[in-house]
Nanobody, 124 residues
Framework: QVQLVESGGGLVQAGGSLRVSCAVS????????MGWFRQAPGKEREFVSAIRWSGDSTYYADSVKGRFTISRNIVQNTVYLQMNSLKAEDTAVYYC?????????????????WGQGTQVTVSS
């Protein structure tokens, strides 16, 4: 079992920055893929970014590429999503997820564990 707890969401103006965090605990996850997803009101949950726990590879959705950066801290067992140049359309609940499947995963169906989500609101 893996537990994921997100934090760091909030309200920010367009063009600003925000970092959300995901504290990871539970069973050994050295081979896991960690992902960030988001869901805006009335829309389906969408992939944002993923990183292998080894840190050797990352993947981004086109909509956030060049603005968002995913990283992880092995000592603190935490995954981060640094969000820069935020836009109103980035407003959503952001979810952290863990997949036990090999490689990078970008489909929500391939993730086994989910956090409760943290709200990010970007005002225009």
């Amino acid at each position: 079992q893996v537990q994921l707890v997100e934090s760091g969401g909030g309200l920010v103006q367009a063009g600003g920055s925000l970092r959300v965090s995901c504290a990871v605990s539970g069973r050994t996850f050295s081979r896991y893929c960690m992902g960030w997803f988001r869901q805006a009101p009335g829309k389906e949950r969408e992939f944002v970014s993923a990183i292998r726990w080894s840190g050797d590879s990352t993947y981004y959705a086109d909509s956030v590429k060049g603005r968002f950066t995913i990283s992880r801290n092995i000592v603190q067992n935490t995954v981060y999503l640094q969000m820069n140049s935020l836009k109103a359309e980035d407003t959503a609940v952001y979810y952290c997820a863990a997949s036990s499947k090999a490689g990078l995963r970008y489909s929500s169906y391939e993730y086994d564990y989910w956090g409760q989500g943290t709200q990010v609101t970007v005002s225009s």
